[in-house]
């Protein structure tokens, strides 16, 4: 594997019996900051009692230091334009975008399933502020696929919003009402690299190394452990041109409720070095690291 060692976030697990985990990472300015979600009930529980699934909703905002050690982390975030119903939001994934930090998660309100939607986020205020639901024109959203991620450019915003058999790009058209048009939706081929023949889905936000993009996507397999791969995105079409013939990261062994979720959220390329962020055994937050050039080889 071309992550390896696992390290696991010093975060107050003991204040969400449930789990904190499924941790995002952005580089904005000079810090580095994160986002995890944080259950009061574990995937058990709330399957058991549905109620429990619109309890009161948390996440954790949190900074690194330059060694990648928590140094601050706020539990007592503000959700502010959010629904007056009961809801709960899952699934962050950070991004900047002029110069604004945003994140993608999913949005359930009670008696309802909104879908995917768009936040601002100011980490040092600890605030999470709802834009709105996320809206592609002319696209029948599908359930299954709740994985979306963003590819955010200078002046353009993409949204990525399945990765196979379909691979979905969509264009930013309005960020106030967060519509985006749909640009493509092309059939893949299938994988010739050991996946099986079957939904592949995006695992982190883009990255930029050089003249493409890279990002992660994953799969589960039929013992229901998860395995990502590295993808390099064409730098002008956006469509995947190498997938790694192997995993560079994959559960099983997972401290936690599930052996085999090792849910990678985050990419980042911090000089030479590439970082994930994932959730371990849907309990755990967790980052790995390994050199950029090792990350490349693999492809």
């Given amino acids: 594997m071309v992550f390896k060692d696992r390290n696991r976030l010093t975060l107050d697990y003991n204040r969400f019996p449930g789990g904190i985990f499924n941790p995002s990472l952005v580089k904005h300015t000079n810090g580095l900051w994160g986002i995890a979600r ?154 010739t690299n050991g996946l099986a023949d079957q939904l592949i889905s995006l695992s982190t936000v883009p990255q930029r190394i050089g003249d493409a993009w890279y990002l992660l996507v994953h799969q589960k397999d039929r013992d229901h452990v998860y395995h990502d791969y590295v993808v390099q995105l064409n730098n002008s079409t956006l469509m995947p041109e190498i997938i790694s013939d192997r995993p560079v990261i994959s559960g099983g062994d997972c401290e936690g409720f599930w052996r085999g979720y090792l849910t990678v959220y985050s990419l980042l390329i911090i000089d030479k070095q590439a970082i994930v962020s994932f959730g371990e055994g849907d309990r755990y937050s967790g980052i790995m690291t390994t050199l950029v050039s090792e990350l490349l080889g693999s492809l």
Avoid at 62 to 80: C, I, M, R
């Fill in 38 to 191: 944080c259950e009061q009930y574990n995937q058990a529980e709330r399957n058991e009692d549905k109620s429990l699934n619109f309890t009161s909703n948390q996440a954790v905002l949190f900074e690194l230091d330059t060694s990648l050690q928590v140094d601050k982390a706020k539990y007592d975030v503000k959700f502010e334009g959010f629904p007056d119903k009961p809801w709960r939001a899952e699934d962050y994934r950070l991004f900047v975008f002029e110069n604004q930090i945003f994140c993608t998660h999913t949005l359930w309100v009670e008696g309802y399933n909104i879908g995917m939607a768009l936040s601002r986020v100011n980490p040092t205020e600890g605030i999470i502020t709802l834009l709105n639901p996320i809206v592609i024109k002319n696209l029948e959203i599908q359930g299954i696929e709740k994985n979306w991620v963003m590819i955010p450019g200078e002046k353009t915003l993409h949204c990525l919003y399945s990765f196979y058999p379909y691979f979905t790009l969509a264009k930013l058209d309005n960020l106030n009402s967060v519509q985006f048009k749909l640009l493509s939706r092309t059939r893949l081929e299938p994988p």
